[in-house]
């Protein structure tokens, strides 16, 4: 395995790795790199793939095709972690030899525990990876920690245009939990509250304006879903705006429903299924209200929303959006 100074001539690296269970300070780490190596002509095309799923053909050939030809090419690949050995072994070999047209970027979104990610032991042997280490091609961020929010806070306020009152970052900063993505929404509703007070955007954020931005627990998935089913779409908004990461809710959330649509067909179909005496009657109810038809369309919510997610067609916020929306409208309609 050689190092690979890609197409450009500027000494990309051939691969790389992104160590980090945060989402959002991932995707700002690949932002900066795609601007930091830009390709020799137009612009990065972009392909994302997801470690929940075995990789298609199509990944090996935009891994591997050499050519003289042929657009600059960027390879996403999300949860790579999740991907088994035999995977793993066939990357390893493929990236001996690197695509000066692909820069592929794996993310390791995996956990720490003192100070170290818990990369999974297959991984961690590979060959590409300690090449990868070698070359500095590997970034490891832990995430945020308690003593790295205000430094962080301090740095998006700036970005923002947002300035705090003392007491005001202080209070902010003990309310938010040690996540990127949190404390984005939250500074972009400090933003707007703060655009109300004049067109030159107001002045300072003060103790009262955090005290409207106070984190609240994370989103209920199974009251989620039962707003869905009443067609309480108040309620679905409200439960979702308790999420910090759009992301792992998203999925969580897919996977329940459907499981849920599931039991639910089964139930349709007069199979017998352990239920929940509580619940049995209620879910046999909704199963016979919705029909095969009904309950067919709420599975195709559920396959329509991971493909849009995994083919970059929307990002994970827009489609939970459209799913809550979407499956709220059919529960409802069918209760009507």
Not at 51 to 67: K, T
Not at 89 to 97: E, F, N, P, Q
Not at 243 to 248: N, T, V
Request: net charge positive.
């Amino acid at each position: 395995m050689t190092p690979h100074n890609g197409s450009d001539g500027k000494g990309r690296p051939g691969f790389s790795f992104l160590v980090c269970p945060d989402s959002r300070l991932l995707r700002t780490r690949l932002k900066e790199q795609l601007v930091a190596f830009p390709p020799a002509d137009g612009a990065w095309e972009r392909h994302v793939y997801w470690g929940d799923e075995e990789p298609p053909p199509r990944f090996w050939e935009q891994l591997s095709l050499q050519g003289l030809f042929g657009a600059s090419r960027v390879l996403l690949i999300r949860q790579a972690q999740l991907w088994p050995a035999a995977v793993w072994k066939k990357i390893s070999r493929a990236l001996a030899r690197p695509s000066a047209q692909c820069w592929p970027f794996f993310c390791l979104e995996v956990n720490w525990e003192k100070g170290q990610p818990k990369i999974p032991a297959h991984i961690a042997r590979l060959r590409c990876l300690a090449f990868a280490d070698k070359q500095n091609w590997i970034w490891r961020h832990e995430g945020l920690t308690e003593r790295d929010i205000r430094r962080y806070v301090q740095q998006r306020a700036r970005h923002l245009a947002l300035t705090f009152e003392a007491d005001a970052l202080e209070q902010f900063c003990a309310s938010v939990p040690p996540d990127a993505q949190a404390i984005e929404n939250e500074l972009e509703k400090l933003a707007l509250l703060r655009g109300n007070g004049g067109a030159d955007g107001g002045g300072k954020i003060t103790a009262a304006m955090t005290a409207t931005a106070a984190w609240s627990p994370d989103c209920n998935v199974f009251a989620c879903i039962r707003h869905m089913e009443a067609g309480n779409l108040a309620a679905v908004w409200k439960e979702l705006s308790r999420s910090r990461d759009s992301d792992s809710l998203l999925f969580s959330l897919l996977a329940l429903l459907a499981r849920e649509l599931r039991l639910l067909w089964q139930i349709r179909a007069g199979e017998k299924v352990r239920l929940h005496p509580s619940e049995a009657g209620l879910k046999k109810q909704l199963a016979l209200r919705l029909g095969p038809r009904g309950l067919a369309e709420g599975m195709a919510f559920v396959a329509d929303a991971e493909w849009q997610v995994k083919s970059g067609r929307r990002t994970p916020e827009q489609t939970l959006e459209f799913l809550a929306a979407g499956l709220t409208r059919l529960f409802g309609m069918r209760q009507a």
